[in-house]
């Protein structure tokens, strides 16, 4: 498939499309994540992230079709996507409960690189399988692909993160969404999705609305219990 080949700019677009749709996602994770470094390290988390998510995705790519056909790939995937939303959702150490109760996510570069690493490699196993498809085995245009989400996942991630400065709810949308997403990993596993598809499609919305709920509702109430804990601690401090 030549670049003379007009199928070989549908799968250019098709390419294009799922980056951008699939994108956000992924540029979501990266800002929760980031979002606690210092100013000057926020690029280091973003770049470091890339690149070692990047690295994930090409080894994905070679292997999508046989690690999609693993029964309980995706629900693994699912609950530690659950764990990883929940956890974004916590206070730092020394966080005030006037301040934002969604502080966390790894105050220090290295969790934050692997937070994001491991977070995409679970989000990118339906983007990677688009991708790979749309290529129709041509190496190009999934190299194409990979980098092509790079500049849209960056530069996404450093607009939803000003964002979360003016809007700190954001973060807990973000985390929600989060949820949704390992919500439909729960049902798109290769041992659910038959039965659910005929037997309960109702769950295909039900379940990542549901996870989503969780996530947020897990989480706010475990920052609650952490500011109640550190507001004690700061009382006998303070008798001391």
Not at 6 to 32: E, K, R, S, T, Y
Not at 35 to 51: A, D, H, S, T
Not at 57 to 69: G, I, M, P, S, W
Not at 122 to 147: K, W
Request: neutral net charge.
């Amino acid at each position: 498939m030549g670049m003379a080949d007009p199928q070989f700019w549908v799968a250019v677009f098709q390419i294009i499309a799922i980056d951008i749709a699939l994108g956000a996602d992924n540029a979501v994770i990266i800002a929760l994540a980031c979002r606690n470094l210092p100013e000057n390290k926020r690029n280091q988390g973003i770049f470091w992230g890339m690149v070692g998510a990047i690295g994930i995705r090409v080894l994905l790519v070679f292997f999508a079709l046989q690690l999609l056909a693993l029964p309980y790939l995706k629900i693994i995937g699912a609950f530690l996507l659950l764990w990883i939303s929940v956890k974004l959702l916590l206070p730092e150490p020394g966080a005030s409960e006037s301040g934002p109760i969604v502080k966390g996510g790894g105050a220090t570069l290295p969790s934050v690189i692997k937070t994001i690493i491991v977070a995409d490699t679970v989000m990118s196993l339906d983007n990677v399988m688009g991708i790979a498809g749309a290529a129709r085995d041509s190496l190009a245009l999934v190299i194409f692909g990979l980098l092509f989400s790079v500049p849209i996942i960056v530069w996404g991630s450093k607009l939803v993160m000003k964002w979360i400065e003016r809007f700190p709810v954001i973060v807990v949308v973000g985390a929600g969404l989060l949820g949704w997403i390992a919500g439909g990993l729960l049902t798109t596993d290769t041992v659910s999705q038959e039965w659910v598809d005929t037997q309960a499609a109702y769950l295909h919305w039900l379940a990542p609305l549901s996870c989503s709920l969780l996530v947020i509702g897990i989480g706010k109430w475990l920052a609650a219990r952490i500011h109640k804990s550190m507001g004690v601690s700061v009382d006998l401090l303070g008798k001391d």
